[in-house]
């Protein structure tokens, strides 16, 4: 029987939706249960077809609902919202259900002798065990296993936050799938983990750096190359002492294996860092990847915010021919993997590329104008207000641009600290002579969100200001098990509808 029939949770829905799962999503759920029976079981409802079956829903706060995993209550939600704002063609695509999850940060407590690596209990800093999670790629599932075992037989003390005590804080597992040596349907299932070790340390000359040299060695004995199961890509290192939430330090150590981690989305090779942010997951990233490059004319000069490495821009800039590309992202530690998947692009790619680290709320303007295209993906708190502020008096900004023909971030004598060292962390990419109208106005925002509630409040703060109105929506299935989605929604400056409007009655009038 189904862990799921076991629950005393009740369906998150009465009503039975069909099951839009494609094929690839569904085929990669694990064979139900074998029956001795001669006669065929009767087929489960939908609800059960796309139900979580994890043994660990009860007390892991990852999951918030394990049923009609293909179809989140929310995008009921969404697709009202979209059509009271004139989009009625809302799309959600169901994505891959289980085994999505190529990146996990883990917490790791308990005893050397019996540790406990997984999340916290919902409202607690308790930790739940999640060996069997469904939402992992099988490949992280299976390092944990094999750090679990490595802690034991080291006698690694997992951390203590009351006493501050212990060695290992956290793990980070990431899963690259890229491997070309691989036909391209075996790739994904052959993911190879990248393991980031949160040690509690300054550094890796602290005492107790012996034990995490001995981990590490033992995560490669056993998971690297020369292993029967081939599973750990790299081990890296990350030393944290600090006693608040922040799960990394500042200070990374690449200790074994592959230092560049590649992976292959929306057209591009990426690198990624470990330091860096990275989606979790990466087949569902992709597919909006390809929605979102359709929304880009060829040739647009594209600001990207909220970039992380640039993964947006860049794939931009490589298959739609952008003139130019800016990307804005606050975290330095970003920078490296912008230069690596910078320098792998196809060589005809003839873009003016340029990634700064910067605050995006400071000055959003000065990113903005001379753009066609703004890219927005921020955190799941949503835009920063004075960016919302700045797109909401977009129109008004025309003549203050006029009275400089170079944005604020050029200017020769510039004094504000945060701008100087904006510009020293900057990379400039190809030619920087690209023919830019550093005057012009972007036609076209792209929002794409993973906070709902905080997407919502700045449409309609962006839609109120009539600066802008809403062309398209998608919604993309990138946290199944939850209530959460992805949200690429497009907005147009001006007021698309009521232009249109008006041309009607014209020619009403005209008949
Ligand atoms: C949801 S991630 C998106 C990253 C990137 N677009 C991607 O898909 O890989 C949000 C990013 O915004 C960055 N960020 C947060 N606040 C920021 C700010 N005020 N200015 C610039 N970047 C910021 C974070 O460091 C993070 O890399």
């Known amino acids: 029987m189904p862990l799921c029939l076991l629950s005393t949770r009740p369906p998150s829905s009465l009503t039975l939706i069909t099951c839009h799962a494609s094929p690839g999503a569904l085929r990669t759920h694990p064979s139900p249960p074998s029956t001795t029976s001669l006669s065929l079981p009767p087929t489960p409802p939908p609800s059960l077809t796309c139900a979580l079956h994890c043994p660990h829903f009860q007390s892991c706060s990852g999951c918030t609902h394990e049923f009609n995993l293909h179809r989140p209550i929310i995008v009921d939600e969404a697709t009202d919202f979209f059509k009271t704002l004139g989009v009625s063609d809302f799309t959600f695509d169901t994505c891959r259900l289980w085994e999505w999850r190529c990146r996990a940060k883990l917490a790791v407590r308990g005893s050397a002798e019996s540790p406990l690596i997984g999340l916290y209990q919902e409202g607690t800093h308790n930790v739940v065990d999640i060996p069997q999670c469904k939402a992992h790629h099988p490949n992280i599932n299976a390092a944990v296993e094999l750090l679990r075992r490595g802690i034991t ?23 690259t799938t890229y491997n070309t040596s691989l036909p391209a349907s075996e790739r994904y299932r052959n993911g190879k983990v990248q393991v980031s070790l949160v040690w509690n340390s300054r550094n890796e000359n602290s005492p107790n750096s012996e034990k995490l040299n001995a981990l590490a060695n033992f995560l490669w004995r056993n998971g690297g190359p020369k292993s ?115 320098d792998r692009l196809p060589k005809i790619v003839d873009s003016s590329i340029s990634w700064h680290h ?96 905080s997407f919502k409040e700045d449409c309609k703060l962006l839609l109120s200001s009539k600066a802008w109105h809403l062309e398209k929506a998608h919604g993309y299935n990138f946290f199944p098990g939850t209530q959460s989605i992805e949200v690429l929604a497009v907005f147009k400056r001006g007021q698309g ?13 005209r008949l």
Not at 154 to 174: F, H, I, S
Not at 275 to 300: C, M
Not at 392 to 401: C, F, R, T
Request: proline content about 4%; some cysteine; hydrophobic content about 35%.
């Open 358 to 453: 910067a605050d995006a709320s400071k000055e959003p303007l000065s990113w903005m104008v001379g753009s066609d295209v703004i890219v927005v993906d921020p955190p799941r708190k949503g835009l920063d207000t004075s960016l919302v502020d700045a797109l909401q008096n977009i129109k008004s900004v025309k003549h203050k641009a006029k009275s400089s023909s170079e944005s604020p971030h050029e200017v020769k004598d510039e004094k504000r600290p945060w701008i100087l060292r904006a510009r020293e962390d900057s990379v400039q990419i190809g030619s920087k002579t690209t023919s830019v109208d550093s005057q012009a106005l972007p036609e076209t925002l792209i929002y794409i969100s993973c906070g709902w509630d």
């Open 497 to 509: 509808g009521l232009k249109k409007k008006k041309l009607g009655k014209k020619k009403k009038k």
């Open 228 to 342: 029967n199961v081939h599973l750990i890509h790299s081990v890296w290192a990350n030393f944290q002492t600090s006693t608040n939430n922040i799960i990394f330090g500042n200070r990374w150590r690449h200790l074994l294996g592959e230092r560049d981690f590649w992976e292959h989305v929306g057209g591009i090779d990426i690198a990624l860092a470990p330091s860096s942010f990275g989606q979790a997951n990466t087949r569902a990233f992709d597919i909006l990847l390809r929605k979102l490059q359709k929304y880009v004319p060829f040739g647009a000069s594209v600001a990207d915010l909220y970039a992380g490495a640039g993964v947006i821009g860049l794939s931009l800039a490589a298959t739609r021919k952008c003139r130019s590309v800016k990307c804005i992202e606050i975290n330095k530690e970003s920078k490296l993997s912008f230069e690596k998947t910078a």
């Open 153 to 175: 037989e080291l006698n690694v003390e997992p951390y203590d936050e009351d006493q501050g005590t212990g060695d290992l804080r956290y793990v980070q597992m990431a899963v």
